[in-house]
């Protein structure tokens, strides 16, 4: 099945599920978002990016925040495709979301935000990111009362799964 990029629209959100094999830190995110009260499925969604339309996205992982094309970085990984739930996501809000995100490029990744994900008493440093972090944020700046006004730093990828979202598309990226 061939991937429906023109779907892929700048300011939607691509969640990925934990890939197979060993995977410390995936099967640790899973995991604390199983703890945090989210269903097996939504909890499996490990990793979050802000399209920027077509292959493109804002991937915040390790070292640094980059732009990739989805279709080579991502080969073989199931996602969903989503979008915030606003009246005018479509006509103006996507559009800034992907500007924000796309500000993040070139910052560095958070390393110590993931383990402060696993482990709460780690100190956060605000000048890095990681993926749900730099997501909210983005989406916050154009609609701060998102998820009730969670602060980015608490997001989870699985934030992305809950009504305030609606699922554009679901499926596998081509290997």
Same mark, same amino acid.
Request: hydrophobic fraction near 35%; aromatic fraction near 14%.
């Given at each position: ?49 802000? @399209?920027? $339309?077509?292959?493109? %996205?804002?991937?915040?992982?390790? /070292? ?7 279709? +080579? ?18 006509d103006r809000?996507r559009y ?28 956060e440093d ?5 993926? @749900?972090? $730099?997501?909210?944020? %983005?989406?916050?700046?154009?609609? /701060? ?7 980015? +730093? ?22």
């Amino acid at each position: 099945m061939e991937l429906p990029l023109d779907l892929f629209r700048m300011g939607y959100f691509i969640l990925y599920k934990r890939g197979t094999g060993f995977d410390l830190f995936g099967k640790g995110i899973e995991m604390r978002q199983r703890m945090a009260g989210f269903k097996d499925d939504n909890a499996t969604f490990t990793h979050v990016e802000v @399209s920027g $339309g077509g292959v493109h %996205s804002v991937n915040i992982s390790p /070292p640094i925040s980059k732009l990739i094309e989805i279709t +080579k970085a991502h080969k073989g990984r199931h996602i969903r495709l989503v979008k915030y739930k606003n009246s005018d996501y479509e006509d103006r809000g996507r559009y800034k979301v992907a500007y924000f995100s796309a500000a993040l490029c070139n910052t560095k990744y958070d390393m110590f935000g993931i383990v402060r994900f696993l482990i709460k008493w780690v100190k956060e440093d605000n000048r890095k990111w990681f993926c @749900s972090e $730099g997501a909210a944020d %983005s989406l916050q700046r154009v609609y /701060p009362e998102a998820n009730g006004n969670l602060p980015p +730093k608490k997001w989870m990828p699985a934030h992305f799964t809950s009504d305030n979202f609606e699922t554009v598309w679901e499926g596998e990226i081509p290997k």
